[in-house]
């Protein structure tokens, strides 16, 4: 998945922000399939279980059924066509979430081999907590950051200062 781009800024700056709000004593539910931020949770010291690649739009049992105390979802809601029926049933009261900005500059990403590796959603910020507002959270902090590249050119030059990622601490109201 990162053959030549290991998202080093962004898993820093989303480590940082994890260890604001959830303390290592604490249980992990992550959505989505292990992957290399997993590793670096638990290098970290955090107890992580992850979901196990099903279909999150349909089959809500992992959140369910978890007794995790917080349920992370690092670039996962924009992959789900619909993100309200997963996060109305998480049981969890803490939630931390990522997700990849819409830019109005570049396409919505789709990967024409991997259909688990598509965009369905690039949410800008305000729908980003509407959606959660609506599925029964409230943002307790939130966090922005750009993501450049090393390339020559518009794009690149824009996402010097646009910001690309977004992440949120949210608690059950």
């Not at 959140?63 to 996060?87: K, Q, Y």
């Not at 900005?101 to 590796?117: E, H, N, V």
């Not at 390339?151 to 059950?172: E, H, M, S």
Request: proline content about 5%; cysteine-free; glycine content about 4%.
């Amino acid at each position: 998945m990162y053959e030549n781009s290991f998202p080093n800024k962004r898993y820093k700056h989303t480590l940082h922000f994890l260890r604001k709000h959830v303390a290592h004593n604490e249980s992990i539910l992550d959505l989505g399939v292990e992957n290399p931020f997993t590793k670096i949770m638990v290098k970290d010291g955090y107890e992580v279980e992850n979901t196990i690649g099903e279909d999150l739009d349909l089959d809500f049992s992992s959140v369910v059924h978890t007794d995790a105390e917080v349920v992370t979802a690092f670039e996962i809601f924009e992959h789900l066509l619909g993100p309200l029926h997963i996060l109305s049933n998480i049981k969890s009261k803490k939630l931390v979430a990522s997700i990849p900005l819409r830019l109005w500059f570049s396409p919505a990403y789709r990967s024409r081999t991997d259909k688990w590796d598509r965009h369905y959603h690039e949410f800008e910020d305000w729908q980003f907590n509407w959606l959660l507002e609506k599925a029964g959270w409230e943002i307790q902090d939130s966090q922005k950051w750009t993501n450049p590249v090393k390339k020559i050119g518009l794009r690149p030059l824009l996402r010097l200062f646009t910001p690309r990622y977004y992440i949120v601490y949210a608690t059950r109201k």
